[in-house]
């Protein structure tokens, strides 16, 4: 029995790849879209039983057959889809500029040393696209938030969130407020602090949800960082 991803670019992570189970027994699947992705359906071979009603993080399936499980993902409308593509100094003023800094690390353009913030951002309207949103593509250069604030950030999936997701650089003096879910390493401010990041003097108010289940993975939920 071998679940399989319906996506341009695979971005998901699936527990138990392929399962050999007796007629009837029951797994559990956890599929973990990365962020700026949802699940839109899932197909079930025929006579196959799928319950548990949040099938965007788990699921279960009752084995009566042979067959695949398939997932499609949609990309979500997130701030990177609306970063002010104009922005390439290192004050950040708008939710547009900060979101052309998220797009900046994923696209791997060369960034300013430092950028500050120049006054209090409001990421009400899309969900957030976390800054160095990948492992392979960190963030790595310093972010000083000047003692302004993040607000309404919300992001929806990835498996390390948060305003950051992985950080190797230096995050200062800033507040965020919002809503954080994901899987394995959800936070607030950064998701996952690498050996050479360093986060100081930072607050959260953000509510974190972490869905995984996955066993033999280390599951992390944190206010500020993971």
């Not at 084995?63 to 390439?88: F, I, P, R, Y």
């Not at 899309?126 to 000047?146: E, V």
């Amino acid at each position: 029995y071998t679940p399989s991803v319906v996506t341009a670019d695979g971005v998901v992570m699936i527990d138990n790849q392929s399962v050999s189970k007796a007629y009837g027994d029951t797994t559990t699947f956890v599929i973990m879209p990365n962020a700026g992705y949802f699940v839109t359906s899932i197909q079930k071979p025929t006579g196959e039983q799928v319950s548990n009603a949040d099938t965007t993080y788990s699921l279960s399936v009752e084995h009566k057959t042979n067959g695949t499980l398939s997932v499609t993902l949609q990309e979500q409308d997130t701030w990177l889809n609306h970063a002010d593509d104009t922005w390439t100094g290192e004050s950040i003023s708008t939710a547009a500029q900060l979101a052309k800094l998220s797009k900046m690390v994923l696209l791997e353009e060369a960034l300013p040393e430092k950028v500050i913030l120049k006054n209090n951002i409001d990421l009400t309207g899309y969900n957030w696209f976390p800054i160095g949103a990948t492992s392979s593509k960190p963030f790595a250069t310093m972010f000083d938030g000047d003692s302004f604030t993040i607000s309404n950030m919300n992001v929806l999936n990835g498996t390390s969130v948060g305003l950051f997701g992985y950080n190797n650089g230096r995050v200062y003096n800033t507040k965020v407020g919002g809503t954080a879910t994901g899987c394995q390493v959800v936070a607030g401010v950064v998701g996952t602090n690498t050996s050479t990041g360093i986060v100081e003097y930072v607050g959260s108010s953000v509510t974190v949800l972490n869905k995984s289940t996955l066993q033999n993975t280390s599951n992390l939920t944190a206010g500020v960082v993971g």
